[in-house]
Structures are given as C-alpha cells and as structure tokens.
C-alpha cells in the first residue's frame, strides 16, 4: 500500500482563538445534531455522535460560522465544501468506525482537533494520527480514513474541513 500523503500543523492557530472557537463549540448556547452513521446511513454505529454543519450546500450553515475565520485563513482555501464539527462521546472501549470518503472527487481535507484525547484519525495506509488539542491535519479526503471514539475524555471533538 502507498503511503498516504499528509501534513501536520500543531499549534495552528494562536491560543486566543483556539480558546474562543473550544469553548464556544462546548458552551450551552452551541447546537449538536445527533447522528448514529461516519459517512454511510446503511452503516450504523454501535454508538452515536454528534454534528455541527457550519457550511453545506456551498454557503454557510451556521450563525458561528465566522468563528472559524482564523482556521480558514490557515488553509487558505479557494472554495469551501462543507464544514462540519465532530463530538464523539467517550465509550467504554475505543470504537474503530469504518473506512470512508468525504466526497469522491478528489479535494483538500482538513481535521482541526478541539481536545487532546486517545481517539484517533487513521489513514487508508495504517497511518494513526492521534487527537491533540490545536493540531491541523491536512490530507487528501477523498481518500480512505476512519475516525475512532476516546476512552480517556469525556469526549473526542474536531472540525472537518473539505475544501479545494
């Protein structure tokens, strides 16, 4: 298998604002969707997360969509696909979900991670990168990966970004 092409950015955004979107995304005013499928609605989970659609459909989703300026200017994206925040709740042994594509033509992906945990993103080569708070992991997103739950939080949570 072929080693999968990716890059990692700690510390990607200042710590102010690194504070500002962590806890605004883990106050009481911000919403979560429940959802019981990663990316096939025929595959259910043995657990559940939830979602936070910030931008879908090619235009924001979300009134604290500009919260995530600072990320984005990091990426410097030409066009954004879908933005989405990610909260997997802790479970009692770690849950590997199964392999999938963001989108099947080829784009940019971004996973910002909010809180350092077990939990990790896997690449289609095996390769884990593990959950720390600030970390940007920029990959291929049309490519395989699966994400994990935690078992050492109380939750796993990140920002998914597909862009070109």
């Known amino acids: 298998m072929n080693k999968t092409e990716y890059k990692i950015i700690d510390n990607a955004i200042d710590d102010e604002a690194f504070q500002q979107i962590k806890t605004t995304m883990l106050g009481d005013s911000f919403g979560w969707i429940y959802t019981d499928y990663v990316s096939d609605k ?17 235009q924001p989703n979300s009134h ?4 995530l300026w600072p ?19 802790r479970t009692k042994e770690r849950e590997i ?3 999938h ?3 099947k033509e080829e784009h940019k992906g971004a996973i910002f991670y909010l809180n350092t945990n ?16 600030n970390r940007l992991l920029l990959f291929d997103s049309s490519k395989s990966h699966k994400s994990t739950s935690c ?14």
């Open 97 to 99: 979900h199964p392999f």
């Open 42 to 58: 025929e595959e259910k989970l043995d657990n559940f997360y939830f979602i936070h659609l910030f931008y879908k459909d090619y």
């Open 71 to 89: 990320l984005l200017n990091v990426l410097k994206a030409k066009s954004l696909v879908r933005i989405k925040g990610n909260l997997y709740i």
């Open 118 to 133: 077990n939990g990790l993103t896997i690449l289609e080569d095996g390769t884990e990168i593990k959950s720390i708070g």
């Open 151 to 164: 078992t050492d939080e109380k939750y796993r949570t990140n920002i998914n970004i597909n862009y070109f």
């Open 64 to 67: 604290f969509f500009t919260l």
């Open 101 to 103: 594509t963001d989108y």
